[in-house]
């Protein structure tokens, strides 16, 4: 009987426990087999508008609705920087000044030119006065008083003529001032009002006689200052009210470039998510935030699920968590579509 010889393969006790273990098989994702990496025209898509995924050449689309949106915020910044408006003031008075004629010259070219003329020019505004005159006049004593009566010897006047008090009232006498051709020809920036060189009575007396007279007279102007400044907006003004506007410009545009490229069929839906309404919708920033959060969780769920061999309880109970907010977040969209 032939005699058999069993070889038994002798192992190394170092070798123990260092043979190749058989990997365990990875535990699928939910979501999908392998975790989706965005190009860079997705993340630009996704940055103008998370809903440009759902159509064909969305990085286009991007594209446009981009270039419309700056085109559009240009224009609105260089529509502001050229809208200037006028700020105009108007102040309209009517007094009565009291002096010498050189005061009262002086006080009538003050209003016309005052002393800060060049520095308002300077400043950008337009000032404009005008000035005239509606009478003038000097402060006497009135000769109101009563008959005299032989019983007051003290005031008593034989012809019973009518004797004023000391303390009697003070009246304003009218006084005469030159025409509008004697205004300019002294140097007074005046002349008189529509209608009231009538009362300028030639028989009256002169108010001054010239500039050596120190005698007080009284006049009535009224005069009238309008000022008028351009102002234009400044940089940051024009910046600022502009980023206000750029969701709204952002808006139209997308409208108006997702209208026209679906509608020419350069667009083409890929799910029953590409809508026109969810397209504008969003457009909205909150919107937006949503779409990418829930993009974010259920990349972080394909990765813990695709990176790891055996998954330990609280690597599991993190997955679950992660689930539990992407399926909130998803009826927070869709409730959000239906609105």
Not at 16 to 43: D, L, N, R, W, Y
Not at 288 to 300: F, P, Q
């Amino acid at each position: 009987m032939p005699t058999v010889i069993v070889q038994k393969e002798v192992v190394d006790p170092k070798d123990v426990g260092t043979a190749e273990k058989p990997k365990p098989k990875k535990k699928p994702s939910i979501f999908q087999k392998e975790p989706h990496k965005m190009t860079k025209g997705e993340k630009f898509s996704r940055a103008i508008n998370v809903r440009l995924t759902n159509y064909t050449h969305s990085t286009q689309m991007a594209g446009f609705i981009a270039f419309a949106t700056f085109v559009g915020f240009v224009g609105l910044l260089l529509s502001m920087s050229l809208n200037c408006p006028v700020e105009r003031t108007e102040d309209s008075k009517t007094v009565y000044n009291t002096g010498i004629k050189d005061m009262q010259r002086e006080f009538v070219n003050k209003i016309i030119n005052p002393d800060n003329m060049d520095a308002l020019k300077a400043a950008g505004v337009a000032r404009k006065a005008t000035i005239c005159m509606h009478r003038a006049g000097i402060y006497k004593l009135g000769s109101h008083g009563t008959f005299n009566s032989p019983q007051d010897p003290t005031t008593y006047n034989a012809a019973n003529a009518l004797q004023p008090y000391p303390n009697g009232y003070v009246e304003l006498e009218p006084c005469q001032l030159p025409g509008d051709a004697g205004f300019k020809a002294d140097g007074w920036e005046v002349t008189w009002c529509p209608g009231k060189e009538k009362f300028n009575s030639q028989s009256a007396p002169m108010c001054t006689l010239d500039d050596s007279d120190m005698k007080s007279f009284t006049t009535q102007v009224t005069y009238t200052i309008t000022t008028e400044k351009t102002v234009c907006p400044s940089a940051a003004s024009i910046l600022g009210s502009g980023l206000a506007y750029i969701s709204y410009i952002e808006m139209f545009a997308t409208v108006l470039v997702g209208v026209i490229l679906i509608k020419t069929g350069f667009a083409k839906p890929l799910n029953d998510r590409a809508t026109l309404s969810g397209l504008l919708k969003s457009a909205n920033s909150d919107t937006s935030k949503v779409e990418d959060a829930i993009d974010t969780l259920r990349h972080d769920v394909d990765d813990m699920q695709l990176a790891q061999n055996d998954l330990d309880d609280k690597q599991s109970q993190q997955i679950a968590k992660l689930e539990e907010q992407v399926a909130l977040l998803l009826k927070k969209s869709g409730d959000q579509e239906t609105e």
